[in-house]
Nanobody, 126 residues
Framework: QVQLVESGGGSVQAGGSLRLSCARF????????MAWFRQAPGKEREGVAF???????QYADSVKGRFTVSRDNAKTTLYLQMNSLSPEDTAMYYC????????????????????WGQGTQVTVSS
């Protein structure tokens, strides 16, 4: 059974940076796609960053140029470097994983992913 465990959340002032990590435990597909999502209170969960098994990445417009998704060589740990944070980035952040064949073009849609972490809270104060 695959388990995803996020860490690295916390409180930071506007303009600051945080680095989130997501460790994957257990056997997973050889062709795996992973993504970061976030959900603020009262809002729907939104995809913010995606990384394909081949290393290509995609970002939501709201985080382009500020967030960077990456992973380790073993493809077992996913990262999200978040710079120039603003209060609008305050949310619970989740990592998700799925076989790339099942994700298809829905790379930032939560419906495309079967495996989720428990989330890590990011709070940005003004």
């Amino acid at each position: 059974q695959v388990q995803l465990v996020e860490s690295g959340g916390g409180s930071v002032q506007a303009g600051g940076s945080l680095r989130l990590s997501c460790a994957r435990f257990g056997y997973f597909y050889s062709n795996n796609c992973m993504a970061w999502f976030r959900q603020a209170p009262g809002k729907e969960r939104e995809g913010v960053a995606f990384i394909h098994d081949d290393g290509s990445t995609q970002y939501a417009d709201s985080v382009k140029g500020r967030f960077t998704v990456s992973r380790d060589n073993a493809k077992t740990t996913l990262y999200l470097q978040m710079n120039s944070l603003s209060p609008e980035d305050t949310a619970m952040y989740y990592c998700a994983a799925e076989n790339c064949g099942r994700v298809g073009r829905q790379i930032l849609s939560q419906r495309a992913y079967s495996y989720w972490g428990q989330g890590t809270q990011v709070t940005v104060s003004s």
